[in-house]
């Protein structure tokens, strides 16, 4: 395992279109200079100065090309960039020519496809963009808004990690037009002065551990260039990086080596090497500085939590022997933690939660910024995985992951996707359903957060598909409570996406959020105000379309080809099955950034005793021919959600994608043929949703101010009436929270019961739509047929809840408008008991009778009835 570092400055250009940028050389010696030193970054550097573009070529895909899987390269580009007409980004060399930029510059998207093709996985590259000229020389006017670039499309793939010194490039060029720019020409780079800076001192290190993360840099140089430089801020875009990614030592820390050496073995795939991290953790367990202490306790509990059984009985051991009390995360739940009550101020944090169909995310709102909170394992994300094992113990999030190849059959994944229904596994004496399981994996995400702060949480803002039904809502709402969670609010992952996008830009824009993750698809079309007000104009989506699909078409073809080729159909086989899902996943991600892929499997199972190997090469354009069908599917959403809104495309500011699987590019180019052309906006992969309902936590407890956020209610309800039909209380797409009443008359003679049948759905018959619950109102005096006897009322709240409640009126020779209610009521709030019974009672003989009870038409509102 090395470090290594590539580092391009060129300060001269031969095309007098590109001005000089005398300090580049500087700059490029400074940041040499701390990545080489043993005691702070320890890379093997290579520096090219004023170099063309054919060695410049034949350096990076040497870097790239001869790196091992384990390797961390870092990539430092300090030079001009240029867009072409298309759009597409090129990086400037000496040699380049302007009018022949495809052949004397170097493609950004061939950089990307040499990434792709890296075996590395831990990949950084530094742009120093904030005096590139990214962009065509007309992009330069005045009123011509704030140009970008999106340099996380070119990039993507997995394990990549981009940090550029700005997207907006209203610094960027110095030609001779007025235009604003980050520095003087011969000045050093305020972005490359504050990376070496940070590393140079150790002040990047932010929480004094005595490493440098890629988070942490971006974190001190985002606070230096905001700081020097009004209106310019660093981006960062991760790509599916596994863990933390360190890029240096901090010179003012001490105990560096051991640190290092004890992460990297408590994190090796080998269980001997986790078993000899131990010896190292006792010993620094017994440091004078306390962050030295806090990082043993930290991979201490990471090692409690392991998958491998002997793992977590030494590293549970050693905590014993240290006296170090109750294990805080290890696989026994702690207790519920404290609950404020109701109307009371509370104490303690407010966190955002994303819990994902295959990875969740919980953060912090601290002071005026969002903190992604590390789990256990010291990652940003935890695996929405939870296992049973042999002996009945429940694993959850990494070590659930680290034995599903061998546990498919007790791994439960997407539980997200089954809350609400009857689901549920069950082994030995442990039987869990999807809230069961949904209960786990939030109870680990509370666990991890109360141990970042130091203390229970006061409660937490939840994110859900816009398009999740209302039974799902309140599963989702139960399995927090059971958890120790106080759900304040439940948002739409759209709309907390539209959030993320929208603070503190101070301009109005319509943009349409299109989220496409492992299981569900949501779009939802949001007004974003300068004014801070965040309104939902509509939503669309499909709960079963994600990700997933796409890896699913891979399996399928794989599949094909090994019965081809061997005659043997492994449907059946559940350990090849697991590993043929986990190499699809993995082609599909490489996909992303590559051309072609190479699925290799092998030994993947065996044929009338030979072994069978499996080595199949996938191009990108066999793997959108194979998902065309589900492209054409995402379309289907988008155009619903502007119809509804009654808003054409042309009048979209922005489209914004986030989710996983929108790094595909076949999403990119479809979301860009909706634009007419115009990219989509990507900047908030993957963080985007988790830091929105971190957000709406800093507006629910006062941190954020003057924002407020409509969120609406993604499918009608309403009631069953007399003569099959469906008679809509709410509509579709009405901003929550919202209540509505209607007077409702009897339909039948000498009626003493009236069946409250509620439906979910815009269909106009009750059996198009879902059923929510069925409520029964009795005791009834008889009056005639159409006499306006109950009011029901609909209560959504804020989370999407609904609550039914009907009333009788006392309407004897009293118009209805003037009523007055009796004693007898009924209510309800939907969840999945009521949906359970409500389905079970319409699927019974017994209900065309009950049918004959449901209500006759609602009483127009606009004239008094008797």
């Not at 660093?234 to 105990?255: E, K, M």
């Not at 002996?391 to 680290?402: E, H, Q, S």
């Not at 739409?492 to 929208?502: H, L, R, S, V």
């Not at 954020?704 to 809509?728: N, R, Y």
């Amino acid at each position: 395992m090395a470090n290594r570092a590539l580092i391009i400055a060129n300060s001269v250009y031969d095309d007098d279109h590109f001005a000089t940028l005398p300090a580049a050389t500087a700059d490029a010696a400074a940041l040499a200079e701390v990545l080489g030193s043993p005691d702070i970054g320890d890379f093997e550097v290579e520096t090219l100065v004023d170099v063309p573009q054919r060695p410049a070529m034949r350096a990076l895909e040497s870097f790239f090309t001869k790196a091992a899987r384990d390797d961390l390269l870092l990539l430092h580009l300090s030079l001009h960039g240029w867009k072409d007409t298309r759009g597409r980004l090129h990086f400037i060399m000496l040699d380049t020519e302007l009018d022949y930029l495809r052949s004397t510059a170097v493609p950004a998207e061939v950089l990307g496809d040499w990434m792709g093709a890296s075996r590395s996985r831990r990949i950084v590259v530094l742009l120093d963009c904030c005096y590139s000229g990214a962009f065509p020389m007309n992009a330069l006017r005045r009123d011509a808004g704030t140009p970008t670039v999106d340099v996380a499309e070119p990039f993507a793939g997995n394990g990549r990690v981009v940090l550029t010194a700005s997207t907006a490039l209203q610094y960027a060029y110095e030609g001779e037009r007025d235009v604003r720019h980050s520095r003087a020409p011969a000045q050093p780079s305020v972005f490359t002065s504050a990376v070496v800076g940070g590393l140079r001192d150790g002040s990047a290190d932010l929480d004094g551990d005595g490493f440098v993360s890629v988070e942490e840099l971006y974190e001190y140089v985002h606070d230096q260039v905001r700081n020097r430089i009004a209106g310019q801020t660093p981006t960062l875009s991760v790509d599916n990086a596994q863990g933390t990614i360190y890029l240096a030592r901090s010179p003012r820390h001490v105990d560096i080596d051991r640190l290092t050496e004890m992460r990297a073995a408590a994190l090796d795939p080998q269980p001997w090497k986790r078993i000899g991290s131990l010896h190292l953790v006792e010993q620094l367990l017994g440091s004078v500085r306390e962050p030295t202490r806090e990082a043993a306790r930290t991979s201490l509990l990471g090692l409690i939590a392991d998958g491998d059984r002997e793992v977590s009985r030494r590293a549970r051991q050693l905590w014993h022997e240290r006296g170090m009390g109750e294990v805080p995360t290890a696989r026994a739940p702690r207790p519920a933690a404290p609950r404020p009550p109701v109307g009371g101020s509370g104490h303690g944090p407010v966190v955002g939660i994303d819990f994902g169909t295959t990875n969740s995310a919980i953060a912090l709102f601290e002071g005026e910024d969002v903190r992604l909170i590390p789990n256990a394992e010291g990652a940003l994300t935890t695996p929405s995985l939870v296992a049973i094992t042999e002996t009945g113990d429940i694993l959850v999030g990494t070590p659930a992951k680290r034995q599903a190849i061998a546990n498919p059959d007790y791994t439960i994944r997407s539980a997200k996707l089954k809350l609400g229904t009857d689901w549920s596994i069950t082994r030995g004496t442990v039987r869990l359903t999807a809230e069961d399981v949904a209960q786990h994996i939030l109870r680990r995400l509370r666990e991890d957060a109360e141990a970042y702060v130091g203390g229970p949480v006061q409660g937490a803002v939840l994110t859900v598909p816009a398009n999740f039904a209302r039974d799902q809502r309140a599963a989702l709402a139960q399995a927090a409570d059971r958890a120790g969670i106080r759900a304040l609010r439940i948002i739409n992952e759209p709309t907390a996406a539209a959030m993320t996008y929208g603070l503190n830009r101070g301009e109005d824009a319509l943009v349409l959020v299109f989220d496409l993750g492992g299981g569900t698809l949501d779009v939802s079309l949001i007004d974003v105000m300068d004014v801070g007000v965040v309104e939902v104009k509509a939503t669309a989506g499909d709960n079963h379309l994600g990700g997933d699909d796409w890896d699913q078409r891979i399996v399928q073809y794989l599949l094909l080809r090994v019965w081809d080729q061997y005659g043997v159909g492994l449907g059946q086989n559940v350990e090849a099955m697991q590993r043929l899902q986990a190499a699809a996943e993995a082609a599909k991600i490489e996909l992303s950034s590559a051309s072609t892929t190479t699925i290799t499997l092998p030994y993947l199972a065996a044929s009338a005793g030979a072994p069978l190997h499996v080595e199949e090469t996938l191009t990108r354009r066999q793997f959108e021919a194979l998902t065309q069908d589900l492209l054409d599917s995402c379309r289907r959403p988008v155009e619903r959600a502007l119809r509804d809104a009654m808003i054409e495309q042309s009048e979209l500011d922005r489209v914004i994608l986030t989710g996983g699987a929108t790094r595909m590019p076949a999403i990119g180019a479809l979301m860009s043929r909706i634009m007419n052309g115009r990219q989509p906006y990507r900047g908030l992969i993957p963080e985007g949703i988790v830091t929105g309902a971190a957000l709406q936590c800093g507006v629910l407890s006062g941190g954020l101010k003057d924002i407020l956020l409509l969120d609406v209610c993604s499918a009608s309800v309403g009631l069953e009436v007399s003569g099959a039909a469906m008679t809509k209380m709410i509509e579709r797409n009405t901003t929550i929270p919202t209540k509505r009443s209607e007077v409702f008359v009897t339909g039948a003679t000498n009626q003493t019961t009236m069946i409250l049948h509620v439906l979910e759905g815009e269909g106009e018959r009750p059996s198009e739509n879902t059923s929510l619950a069925v409520l029964e109102l009795t005791d009834l005096p008889r009056h005639a047929k159409g006499t306006p006897l109950v009011e029901v009322t609909f209560d959504i709240d804020a989370n999407g809840i609904l609550v039914v409640e009907a009333k009788e009126l006392r309407v004897s020779g009293t118009p209805a408008s003037a009523a007055t209610f009796t004693g007898r009521t009924c209510s309800a709030t939907v969840d999945r008991s009521t949906t359970a019974r409500a389905a079970d009672l319409v699927r019974s003989p017994r209900w065309q009778s009950l049918r004959g009870l449901v209500p006759g038409a609602k009483v127009p509102s606009d004239r008094p009835e008797s």
